[in-house]
C-alpha cells in the first residue's frame, strides 16, 4: 500500500456503521462482499472524514474505489481508489473525504469494484446527506494543501497547533525543542519536571523543560556530544528521521546502494534515512519530502530544516505505529 492511501486511514475517527453484502457474478467461486463505514445516510459531512470499505474475494487483479455525488446521481466524482493486489479476503480500504467547500442535500456514495474483467458499481448511500461549507483551521493550510490531512490530524489530537494569530505556516523550520514536544505528545507522553535538569541549556524555567525531559527518559532524543541539547537549534530531516527510526525500534537496513544520491553510506544518518525508507515511512513519490534532480536521482537533502508541514507528515505516520 502506498504511504498516501495509508495516512489518509489514519485522518478521521470514524463514525456509524452501515453494513451490506452485495453477491456479484464474476468468473470466481465466491461473491463479492463490501462493507461500507460512514456514511449511514442522512449524515452531515465536513471536508475532512475517512470512509473505510472492507471486502472479500477470491478475484484478484482488481481496484476498489468510492464516488461521491452532489445531484442525487446524475453526476459522480472519484474519492479515491485502493489497489487490491491480493485475494486473501478481508482486504480493507480506506478513503479521506476531501470535497469543495460546497452544500448538497443530495449527497450519494457508491462503491466501484474493477476487476481485470470489467467494472461493476453499487450505490450503498442509505439515504441523502448534507455536505456543508467547512471552516478551516488554518488559512494558510487549504484543503488541496498537500499536508492538509496531516496536519489537521495532529491539530486535532492536540499535538501541534498554530501561532497567535491563527496562521500555521507550515514552511516554517521547527526547532528541536518544539520537535520534542511533538514527538512526545505524538507517542501520548506526559510531560515529567525533574528536579536536575538534563542539558544546561535547557533549565527548568525553560518552557519546554517538561517535554525535553520526557523525550529523554523515553529515548525519543538525545542531545549533543558536549552535553548541550541546543533547543533553538531548528531539527534537521536527517535528525528528526533518525529519533523516529530510533523510537519505532526499526532493524537497520544497510543497503550497498543508496537510495537517495545525496546520503552516503559514509554519513552518519545513512542507515537511519535507509531504514525509514525501506519501512515506507518516506514516500518516493511526495514531492515535498523526496526531490527528484535533473538527472533523475532522488534527492532527499538530510540537512535541511525540517518544515512544520513535513514533520506533521511523519510524525502522524510514526504515531499510529507506535500505538500499543
Given at each position: ?83 487490491n493486489p491480493a485475494s486473501k479476503g478481508g482486504e480493507k480500504g480506506a478513503y479521506v473525504w476531501l470535497v469543495p467547500p460546497v452544500k448538497s442535500d443530495h ?207 511523519f510524525l502522524l505516520y510514526a504515531k499510529e505505529i507506535k500505538k500499543p
Amino acid at each position: 500500500m502506498k504511504l498516501v492511501a495509508f495516512r489518509n486511514f489514519l485522518t478521521s475517527v470514524l463514525l456509524g456503521v452501515l453494513v451490506i453484502s452485495v453477491p456479484v457474478v464474476f468468473p470466481t467461486e465466491e461473491p463479492l462482499s463490501v462493507t461500507l463505514i460512514q456514511p449511514n445516510g442522512g449524515e452531515t459531512l465536513a471536508a475532512l472524514k475517512v470512509f473505510e470499505i472492507q471486502w472479500t474475494t477470491s478475484a484478484t487483479g482488481g481496484n476498489i474505489g468510492l464516488q461521491y455525488s452532489l445531484d442525487s446521481g446524475k453526476t459522480w466524482t472519484d474519492i479515491a481508489y485502493f489497489p487490491n493486489p491480493a485475494s486473501k479476503g478481508g482486504e480493507k480500504g480506506a478513503y479521506v473525504w476531501l470535497v469543495p467547500p460546497v452544500k448538497s442535500d443530495h449527497g450519494r456514495i457508491r462503491v466501484i469494484w474493477s476487476p481485470e474483467w470489467g467494472e461493476s458499481v453499487w450505490d450503498v448511500s442509505d439515504g441523502d446527506f448534507t455536505i456543508q461549507k467547512i471552516e478551516l483551521a488554518f488559512p494558510d493550510v487549504p484543503l488541496d494543501y498537500w499536508a492538509f490531512q496531516e496536519i489537521s490530524a495532529l491539530t486535532e489530537a492536540g499535538v501541534i497547533s498554530g501561532y497567535p494569530d491563527g496562521a500555521f505556516r507550515p514552511g516554517n523550520p521547527v526547532s528541536r525543542a518544539e520537535f520534542a514536544k511533538m514527538v512526545l505528545l505524538s507517542f501520548g507522553l506526559s510531560p515529567i519536571k525533574p528536579e536536575r535538569a538534563t542539558f544546561p541549556d535547557v533549565p527548568p524555567e525553560h518552557w519546554a523543560f517538561g517535554y525535553v525531559e520526557a523525550a529523554v527518559k523515553a529515548g525519543l532524543i538525545e542531545g549533543y556530544p558536549d552535553g548541550a541539547f541546543k533547543p533553538d537549534g531548528e531539527i534537521t530531516k536527517a535528525e528528526m528521521i533518525t529519533v523516529l527510526v530510533r523510537s519505532l525500534g526499526w532493524v537497520i537496513i544497510l543497503p550497498s546502494s543508496p537510495t537517495f544520491s545525496d546520503c552516503s553510506p559514509e554519513d552518519w544518518y545513512y542507515r537511519y534515512i535507509e531504514t525509514a525508507s525501506g519501512n515506507g515511512l518516506i514516500p518516493l513519490d511526495v514531492p515535498q519530502i523526496v526531490r527528484t534532480d535533473s538527472s533523475g536521482a532522488l534527492l532527499f537533502d538530510p540537512a535541511l530544516p525540517a518544515t512544520r508541514a513535513q514533520t506533521a507528515f511523519f510524525l502522524l505516520y510514526a504515531k499510529e505505529i507506535k500505538k500499543p
